[in-house]
């Protein structure tokens, strides 16, 4: 990569991109892109943001004005209405909350918020998707196929990030409260203060809930929960430097019912859990998509906190903590009618983890440690506006494992009137868990195997997309298979264990997406996604489903803004899926039924800083399940009022 760079510093200086992006700005000049709005930037697809038409992935983004149309409380609600995205939720709101992206495993996806990597290590290496709100989110972006060549570990099934918003640029004030069905209490409060070169913002979220017997026999008790969730961001420009800092809190505490300690069938229980997670990062950077030469170091650090506890009887306890440096150089470049991108970039991360039995004097407890460095290449080329290429590579020195080195293509052929040929490879990689390699406890029937593999993944995609100034349409087959699985072993019961699975498991799909802007403040987007899994094949025997991933699901997600009145509506269809009662041995197979889940807001500007809004989930009460044996909220009502000064 030295070499490439030198090479770049003796090239031509480049003339300004078509499409200049820097942390604050969006300039495109006159290129129309999805009507008459400013275009769409993805920050996650590439190492550089990139307008989302030329975005090197298949990429979903939800815009502040779409999150505050549709007005959902949790980020899951949001995740559910974009193609290849699998929610499954065990109970009611705020309960576990799993995402799978194209098939992959609830692992296999890599989120983060405000650039800090918020995968939990005290959960399993998963994003703990139930302790994400809505509120306070500035944009949402959902990166689909295998991106660890760009980012590392866990991003086999894809990316998800999410931003607060953007401290500069920008003066507001606003502040909601919302009651609703089941005692939901909900507020929120945001501010952001900055100009060109200085700014601060800020969130502050509550929402609580009585919630459902997630048993769902009506005789048990009412499983609630509540959030706690704030966030702070700054940042400084100085001439050609910047300089700033994120950080954000999270505490959510969740009841749900368990499993009797001796039939083991699920039970009416008064288990309790709650997660708390501090994360911050800060970073100086030099330069923006306007200048040859950019660079950035960062420093990040999570750590994060699960208590489980019987009523007011502590159970166990585990902690993980991520600490991550890293820094990245870009070269921008022109060589005749073509611009290239050059980047390099590497990280060094130590994780944590451990656990607190509390039950058994701390005989089990323990601490472990591991780490990891990396080094990341891309190289990215507009050939004549007629070609675009990215290739990237990451190479993972791991100190528990082997070293890792993983690979992503992509390319985009101009076909002419709009229509592009998009295609490419990519490779992905998910570490252990600290929990699958160690276990857990004793009590929890689980033991781990330190002779586990990382999990890896290679697929293609492939499609046609079609952008016009008023609407876009894309059509992408993807094919993607995983090799040395993590899955259950059940061999040695009453306790169970993980092992890698022999053979590859198959994730094969379509998705169909696009969106219609009519007019000015209306869009309607739609999308439809077949999958197609199967588990590794044993000796002798058919592959089956992989688990709660539906081979059919569509969604209409619509929002409108006509003078004082704002209206946010979506559909979201699940087709059947199959689970796995563990209530029963060997954990038969059983089949889920298909649902629809319908929801609205709207929302009607009473004076220039007060709007009355009211919004139902679930509008046609569909009673279906996400996990076998829990139940689901049914309809939900709520309504709230918003302040907002300011621009």
Not at 98 to 110: D, F, I, K, P, Y
Not at 220 to 238: I, K, P, W, Y
Not at 529 to 548: C, H, K, N, S
């Amino acid at each position: 990569m030295i070499s490439l760079l030198a090479l770049a510093a003796a090239a031509q200086e480049p003339e300004p991109l078509p499409c200049d992006v820097s942390p604050a700005t969006v300039d495109c000049g006159d290129v129309p892109f999805f009507g008459p709005s400013q275009p769409e930037i993805v920050v996650t697809a590439a190492r550089v943001p990139v307008r989302t038409q030329d975005a090197p992935a298949s990429v979903t983004v939800f815009d502040a004005q779409r999150i505050e149309a549709l007005g959902f409380t949790q980020a899951s609600d949001l995740i559910r209405l974009a193609p290849g995205a699998s929610v499954s939720v065990s109970g009611g709101q705020g309960a576990l909350t799993q995402v799978r992206l194209r098939g992959a495993e609830a692992n296999h996806t890599l989120v983060f918020i405000d650039g800090i990597a918020f995968n939990d290590l005290a959960a399993a290496n998963q994003p703990r998707f139930e302790t994400f709100t809505a509120d306070g989110l500035g944009r949402l972006e959902l990166v689909r196929g295998p991106q660890s060549a760009l980012w590392g570990s866990e991003a086999i099934g894809g990316v998800i990030a999410m931003e607060s918003p953007d401290p500069l640029g920008a003066r507001r004030i606003a502040a909601s409260g919302e009651i609703g069905s089941r005692d939901f209490r909900r507020a929120s409060g945001a501010f952001t203060s900055g100009g060109e070169d200085a700014g601060l913002s800020g969130t502050l979220a509550f929402t609580r809930s009585d919630g459902i017997d997630i048993l769902g026999g009506g005789a048990g008790d009412r499983d609630g929960f509540q959030n706690l969730t704030a966030s702070l961001r700054g940042e400084v420009r100085f001439g050609a430097f910047s300089v700033g800092a994120v950080g954000r809190y999270v505490q959510h505490d969740i009841e749900y019912d368990g499993s009797d300690p001796i039939t083991f069938q699920r039970a009416d229980t008064d288990d309790e859990s709650d997660a708390e997670t501090k994360a911050g990062r800060a970073w100086i950077g030099y330069g923006n998509a306007q200048t040859p030469w950019q660079a950035q170091i960062e420093a990040q650090h999570l750590d994060s906190a699960n208590r489980n506890r019987l009523g007011i009887t502590p159970i166990n306890e585990s902690y993980g903590r991520r600490t991550r440096f890293g820094g990245q150089v870009v070269r921008r470049l022109e060589f005749g009618s073509s611009r290239h991108v050059l980047i390099a970039a590497g990280e060094h991360e130590e994780e944590e983890f451990g656990t607190r039995d509390l039950q058994f004097g701390g005989a089990s407890d323990r601490d472990l440690q591991r780490s990891r460095i990396a080094f990341v290449g891309e190289w990215r080329a507009e050939w004549a506006s007629l070609l675009t290429t990215d290739v990237a590579f990451r190479h993972d020195d791991f100190s528990a494992f082997e070293d890792a080195t993983t690979l992503r293509l992509r390319a985009e052929l101009a076909l002419g009137s709009g229509i592009t040929l998009v295609g490419g490879y990519g490779e992905g990689i998910a570490q252990p868990s600290f929990v699958d390699l160690f276990g857990f406890g004793p009590g929890s029937g689980f033991i781990g195997n330190p002779d586990l593999r990382p999990e890896r993944s290679a697929g293609f995609e492939g499609g046609l997309r079609w952008v016009r100034p008023a609407f876009w349409l894309e059509a992408v087959a993807f094919s993607n298979d995983l090799t040395d699985e993590i899955v259950e072993d059940f061999s040695i019961f009453p306790n169970y264990t993980v092992v890698n699975a022999p053979g590859e498991s198959r994730r094969r799909g379509v998705e169909l997406s696009g969106e219609w802007r009519p007019r000015d403040g209306l869009r309607v987007s739609a999308n439809y996604t077949y999958t197609d899994t199967a588990e590794p094949e044993g000796a002798g025997t058919e592959a089956l489903r992989e688990v709660r991933r539906p081979e059919h699901s569509a969604n209409v997600t619509a929002d409108w803004r006509i003078g004082p009145l704002t209206i946010g509506a979506s559909l979201a269809y699940v087709g059947e899926r199959i689970d796995r009662d563990f209530e029963l041995f060997p954990a038969p197979r059983v089949e889920l039924g298909a649902y629809l889940l319908a929801s609205a807001r709207v929302g009607y500007r009473i004076s220039e800083v007060l709007e009355a809004y009211a919004r139902v989930e679930n509008g046609f009460d569909d009673k279906y399940q996400d996990v076998v044996g829990y139940a689901t909220p049914g309809r939900s009502v709520h309504a709230g009022i918003r302040f907002s000064f300011g621009d």
